[in-house]
């Protein structure tokens, strides 16, 4: 197996200060904790943390090298001695981009990025060795991580790049430099640092930056921002512009979506061409992505038919909508988490999931909501988390739970018989949520990633008697 890289082809990127000893390294990491066999170590300043405190761990665990901009006492291996770890680091990852030969897309959007990233990368794999972030490694450190990890046999790479302030997507996406982008959609999410859903427009457009000749942009043409997004990619170099959504307009267009709670068929016209397939996840947010994604695959010359017919092993991840059935009495709950984040586009789309899946006999649609974050000052952000009222009444929930400041603008508005109870927090509602359960219900739990709702996810597993069969 060639070593993804070789201390040569370090010292080249990095320029170091000093000779660097001669080594083999089959992985690059900026965690201590995760470190293997043969991977290379940036040790990265942090907030209240720095990587140099953890070099000789992470070299006694079997790391090939560590990039440090100082000494490190009790390091027993080769340090590469750079001024600045972090633009090392940075300047790694472009290396990985320049000598690659893969097709790349780029992946951005208010919501449904890291799904659509996901789909990607299972229907590309099917076709040809294919790289993309892990997890949510779609920032400042985790885009140039995830670039220098693009292994030399790559044929295509799948690159999802996010942003929480102005000014966060250009830097990244010129890293990048992929032949296809996709901004899945624009909503009201970090409409608190960003100001407006155009000003976060402007910020996704950004993806578009740097990409390399005859670039494509695909664009939900469904939005009311898409004049302004595909002016931007054309100001940016785009060749080609495809639209995807249910517009007769669209190029990729969703003709026709049974939705069902295990999953969707779904027929789509991609350039006048009918294609049918199976999606494993549920939601018409789901189908309207895996448009997007099939524009993408054509775009970058992979298979559209082949892409499609793995979409049936496409599932929602543990907290971005993961079903789980448990045991619970002489019965099952069925468990949707969407613990890992939220905001008023992907709580609806939750929602209308919720409402199609049906409890078992004697069961009841149960919902446990925590507080959407960065929705602006604090009057908007309790306009947003009330103007949820409608789309809780039509999910079929027979009880709310509820917690977080905001969410008590959602639980003034609710009818008398749907409120379960409001906590400040997820820790003191988690029981509350464990405790009104009972066999057959289904229960669904979403939050923003500060509102911490996976404590209640861990609260009602633990209620139970373990996983079930459907």
Not at 32 to 46: C, M, T, W, Y
Request: hydrophobic share 45%; net charge neutral; with cysteine.
């Amino acid at each position: 197996m060639t070593a993804l890289w070789t201390s040569d082809e370090v010292s080249k990127a990095l320029s170091p200060i000093a000779a660097v000893a001669s080594f083999e390294a089959n992985g690059v990491t900026f965690d201590s904790r995760a470190v293997g066999k043969g991977d290379l170590f940036f040790a990265l300043g942090g907030e209240t943390t720095d990587g140099h405190g953890f070099v000789a761990d992470a070299l006694a665990r079997g790391a090939a090298a560590a990039i440090v901009s100082r000494d490190v006492d009790g390091a027993r291996g080769p340090l590469i001695r750079v001024p600045d770890t972090m633009k090392a680091l940075v300047d790694l990852g472009r290396a990985g981009r320049r000598r690659s030969k893969a097709r790349i897309a780029s992946v951005t959007g208010s919501v449904g990025k890291t799904s659509t990233k996901d789909a990607l990368r299972t229907m590309l794999s099917a076709q040809a060795p294919t790289s993309a972030n892990v997890a949510s490694y779609n920032n400042h450190v985790g885009v140039p991580v995830s670039l220098a990890r693009l292994p030399r046999e790559a044929r295509y790479g799948v690159f999802e790049i996010g942003m929480n302030h102005p000014g966060e997507i250009e830097p990244l996406a010129r890293q990048v430099e992929a032949h296809v982008g996709v901004i899945t959609n624009v909503g009201p999410v970090h409409i608190g640092h960003m100001g407006s859903e155009e000003a976060i427009a402007d910020e996704k457009a950004c993806v578009f930056a740097g990409m390399a000749e005859g670039a494509v942009a695909v664009l939900n043409r469904d939005s009311r921002h898409y004049g302004r997004l595909a002016d931007h990619a054309l100001r940016f170099g785009v060749s080609r512009i495809v639209g995807f959504g249910r517009s007769a307009e669209a190029d990729a267009r969703l003709v026709a979506c049974d939705l069902q709670d295990s999953g969707s068929d779904v027929a789509a016209l991609l350039h006048g061409r009918r294609i049918e397939y199976r999606l494993g996840a549920a939601g018409e947010h789901w189908a309207l992505n895996s448009v997007a994604a099939l524009a993408v695959v054509e775009a970058l010359g992979a298979d559209v038919v082949t892409a499609s017919a793995t979409l049936a092993d496409v599932k929602a991840s543990p907290g971005r909508g993961a079903r789980r059935m448990l045991k619970f009495g002489t019965g099952a709950i069925e468990l949707l988490d969407e613990s890992y984040n939220a905001n008023p586009v992907s709580v609806r789309a939750m929602l209308a999931v919720l409402s199609r899946t049906q409890p078992k006999p004697g069961g009841r649609r149960m919902l446990a909501l925590g507080d959407m974050r960065e929705l602006g000052e604090e009057a908007e952000a309790d306009a947003y988390h009330a103007g949820l009222v409608d789309a809780v009444a039509a999910s079929g929930a027979a009880k709310v739970f509820l917690c977080g400041p905001h969410m008590q603008a959602l639980w003034r508005r609710l009818a008398p018989a749907q409120r379960g109870v409001h906590r400040p927090d997820s820790t003191s509602l988690a029981g509350d949520v464990a405790a009104a359960l009972r066999a057959g219900d289904v229960v669904a739990v979403k939050g923003s990633l500060g509102s911490k709702m996976k404590i209640v996810v861990d609260a009602i597993v633990a209620a139970s008697g373990g996983e079930a069969g459907r």
